[in-house]
DNA sequence: TTGAAAGCGCTAACAC
DNA sequence: GTGTTAGCGCTTTCAA
């Protein structure tokens, strides 16, 4: 069932019908209805690849991350579908993997399969040697490229995250406040948003003057779901004779890694170790204490990430780079 | 830059290139090189929409699924994609929430786009009410229909699911055994597999000659992630006088809230109170103690549903159910 | 308000 | 081995 086919059975040319499907009002009401009925009855349905060769867009989004299985980047990807459903755009998902040559190859996929716009969700698309960039500055030169939590200076390259480095500096300072001079900043990535996570604990731990030796911290290798290596790591990191009463962790999952350590070293928390983790994910009330965590605010993130894509593709001014506060939200593992 | 740009500068004609393009034997060494050539000179790559309209096909797959947010579900999907790319298929992604109507358009906006098929990641697509079930079946009429964790019987649906009736069996079995004679069956669905979980507890219940008082069920109506409702819901339960020292959870977030309301009445586990979840997934280490739950083999049956689609789609003989069994993996919720 | 017709960029049948 | 050409189903001028 064709265009061709209602027109003919409309008694009206194909021009007409093409009119009355996309709801042009050059069309008299009276041939309008004639022409809807005969698509109702005969179950019409336009075919989406003409319209998408002759419209040069099918209305998809790419939406590009590393591990869609991550609880962090699993919501962020709801929220973003969720909106861009609601626009009227589907979007690929592509799953990366870590990566670069994946990335790359994944972003070409993408192109190809002409999509009006990219979202990279989660910091770690961005490499510290901008040769390593050039794949997304390349794809921005064919559509926009929309970054969540990550930075990139470029033309058609837009940034929307969150200010890592101040809610850290604020978690650390508040750590501190509540009587801790020994803090461990526990992290497992070396993304710009990690980064920003250490120079806001690092600039805390200064300004509080605190001897370097008390502001340790400690690099997590394996996977981000290993919640007992990230214990075991901290319990060899402890025997190995440091020590440290109060944690700051890069997520939620180092932050339970955490709690684990604490328990098997029957530590009492928050007394002996205070923790506060990143992202304030459904994790927080997974464990006991509850923990407390920096709310990122990954929804209103996602949302404003959404409707900038939304502005661009309509040709509306749009700012290339976006940062909203996080907020620490307090529950067992800390004193206050 | 077209094909006839190409077949120009390469002084062919455009059927030529079209030979290369798709690797044709037809053509000599020498023209394909040439035309390979100016391929890459001009960063030629085709247009997907026009490649599209002439095959009928995008090689695009229609994932649809309740809640990508969820833990399980985004797991399958992470395996999913991944196994579909190798086949060389890229994904559309589309979150329905539980509404029905909301099902309903989102498989028609598949299908207006043309996917080669459709997965349906979990069981909630499925109603008692096969008047319900009635959007499958019309979808199954234009592209195959695949079903993870449920089951429909009608042409050209396909269903991969985990025996859990079998598993939950076997599961309560073995706390029975453990020295636990009322137990409570803990759960928050009425789907397919939430049916099948509950008759595998009654049979084994039934089995051990447990009187049925003994043999509890609650539901759990609220968020699938709210922890702690679970924890308040299961203490009003104890407080309203039920007795339990055992229960069987349909997933592992109600398991932890389990594990939440035996910390807060200061049972102790496994002692007081033994516990076993569904899913196995990485929520299992995030609790102390860890907690025991049934595999259900997540990657297995999604690798088994994808290459079943692919066979379909390659036009060979599938088996339109296939079960696979679950595994109780035993940690420190449970006795043994 | 309507229709005719020229694309859009590719595939595939057919001819040479 | 290679070229010609007719679609594929729609959008969009341009005329009427």
Chains 1, 2 share one sequence.
Do not use: W
């Not at 008299?28 to 336009?46: A, C, H």
């Not at 690849?49 to 299985?69: E, P, Q, V």
């Amino acid at each position: 069932m064709t265009i061709y086919d209602i027109s003919e059975k409309a008694g009206v040319s194909i021009a007409t019908v093409s009119r009355v499907l996309n709801g042009s009002n050059n069309v008299s009401e009276k041939t309008k209805q004639k022409v809807l009925r005969i698509m109702e009855e005969y179950g019409y349905t336009p075919n989406a690849f003409a319209r998408g060769l002759g419209l040069n867009t099918m209305k998809t989004i790419g939406i590009m991350c590393a591990d869609s299985s991550d609880l962090y980047l699993a919501k962020a990807i709801y929220f973003i579908e969720r909106e861009l459903r609601l626009n009227g755009y589907d979007c690929i998902l592509s799953c990366t993997g870590y990566d670069l040559a994946t990335k790359i190859s994944s972003m070409n996929l993408l192109i190809s399969k002409k999509v009006d716009g990219i979202i990279l969700v989660g910091s770690n698309f961005i490499y510290e040697d901008m040769d390593e960039n050039k794949y997304i500055i390349d794809a921005a030169a064919q559509v926009p490229v929309m970054l969540l939590n990550a930075v990139l200076d470029a033309p058609n390259v837009y940034s929307t995250l969150s200010d890592d480095l101040a809610s850290t500096y604020e978690a650390t300072c508040q750590m501190y406040a509540s009587g801790i001079d020994d803090i461990l900043f526990f992290y497992n990535s070396h993304t710009y948003s990690g980064k920003r996570k250490m120079s806001g604990f690092s600039a805390a731990m200064k300004d509080n003057n605190i001897p370097a030796d008390r502001a340790r911290t400690l690099y997590f290798s394996g996977s981000h779901e290993d919640i007992p290596a990230m214990a075991k790591l901290l319990i060899d990191y402890h025997m190995a004779g440091n020590t440290f009463h109060g944690i700051i962790a890069a997520d939620d999952y180092l932050a339970l890694g955490a709690i684990k350590y604490a328990k098997e070293m029957g530590l009492s928390i928050p007394d002996d170790l205070a923790i506060i983790g990143h992202n304030n994910c459904m994790l927080v009330s997974c464990c006991h204490p509850e923990l407390t965590s920096i709310d990122n605010k990954l929804e209103l993130l996602c949302n404003h990430l959404t409707s900038s894509l939304m502005d661009i593709l309509n040709g509306k001014e749009t700012p290339e780079k976006t940062m909203f506060s996080g907020e620490i939200i307090n529950r067992g593992t800390t004193r206050n």
